[in-house]
């Protein structure tokens, strides 16, 4: 795949931009979005806002506001996992884009907003419900208007349905607190004959909770934000050690789900640094116990409320991509 900087197609259809609230088309007004009843919204470093930032995202906003450039492929030396993921998992290497219009749901820090801006010739239009919105635009916006950022929750999106040829939500879903309703908003953006592909934490079976994670998270997800990064930056060398240990002696899948840290062998970039790998399992130790919500279901089930909702599901079962890493995926094409 070649890295690509094209800009916009003259003739390209862009999806208009609406009232989350109330469906009222929105203009834009110096620093604020502007329906005509006169509800404004405001554009904050470069960002329009629909919503508050004080919502249950906020732990999401100070991660990815701290780790901003951890995970983005161009700023790093040692790992091209985002690129590797999003073609594996996606298979739109293949295709031309060209005047394409995609939907990127719950993008953080942009890593994969980053993959599909550098190495395709679509118009990304992408959100999150965080303040990680201000990073991804520090990582991503000087691509102009091929990048369309909004802070917004996937239950109120500030487009009309039936807008996209594609919608992809990487990470997401497991963290919002209705995912059945996540992804019926997430198929009614998708135009007719538009494809949508989600990828989320799957249940493989009884034992997928019986995590020091599921275990712990009922007190962590409550700490300050601070506080708990304070805790596992403070533990995360030994904790490295111990799982490192465990894996070179054959252990570790049994051991390593009873240890509070990140899978490191099974989610971690091979080739890191070893100061890159501390801060990768600072960042995705922290991700695993701050979230509100986490909530990993069977592939199975995000099928059938794939074809409840009007979608002919073409795939879902794991996706291997990079260094034998899985993804629970599940795509579809809109009837
Ligand atoms: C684990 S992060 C994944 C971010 C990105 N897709 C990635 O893979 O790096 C999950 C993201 O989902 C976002 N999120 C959770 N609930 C959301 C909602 N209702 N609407 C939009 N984004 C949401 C969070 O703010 C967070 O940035």
Redesign the pocket.
């Known amino acids: 795949m070649q890295q690509t900087d094209t800009v916009v197609k003259e003739d390209m259809e862009f999806v208009p931009l609406i009232n989350p609230f109330n469906g009222m088309p929105l203009q834009k007004d110096n620093e604020t979005l502007v329906d005509e009843q006169n509800y404004r919204f405001p554009i904050v470093n470069g960002v329009p806002r629909f919503v508050p930032n004080d ?3 906020t ?3 100070f ?2 506001n701290k780790f901003q450039k951890t ?1 983005i492929d161009r700023e790093s030396r040692n790992s091209s996992q ?1 690129k590797e993921r999003f073609f594996a998992v996606t298979d739109w290497g293949k295709e031309d884009l060209s005047g394409k219009n995609i939907l ?9 907003t980053q993959i599909v801006l550098d190495y395709t010739k679509a118009n990304l239009y992408s ?4 303040d ?1 919105v201000s990073a991804n635009f520090r990582n991503n916006g000087h691509h102009g208007d091929r990048l369309k950022l909004f802070q ?4 109120d999106m500030p487009f009309p349905n039936h807008s996209f040829d594609k919608v992809f ?4 879903l ?4 209705d995912f059945e309703k ?1 992804v019926k908003c997430l198929i009614d953006k998708v135009k007719s004959g538009g494809e949508l592909i989600v990828d989320f934490y799957p249940v493989v079976g009884w034992w997928t909770k019986i995590h020091a994670k599921y275990i712990l998270r009922p007190w962590t997800k409550k700490m300050s934000h601070e506080k708990l990064l304070g805790l596992i930056d403070r533990n995360a060398d030994w904790l490295i050690n111990t799982t490192n240990f465990f894996n070179k002696v054959g252990l570790g899948k049994i051991t390593n789900r009873f240890l509070p840290v990140c899978d490191i062998k099974g989610t971690l970039p091979p080739n890191l640094a070893k100061e890159e790998l501390r801060e990768w399992v600072v960042l995705d130790t922290f ?1 695993m116990y701050s ?1 509100e ?1 986490d909530h990993p279901q069977r592939i199975e089930t995000v099928k059938g409320w794939f074809e409840k909702y009007g979608m002919k599901v073409t795939h879902a079962n794991f996706i291997t991509y990079g260094d034998n890493f899985k993804a629970a995926v599940v795509k579809g094409i809109k009837n």
């Open positions: 919502n249950y995202t732990n999401f906003g991660q990815w995970q985002s990127e749901a719950g993008s953080g820090a942009g890593r994969f959100f999150d419900y965080s990680a917004a929750s996937i239950y939500c990487f990470g997401v497991q963290h919002t607190p996540s991700d979230p919500h």
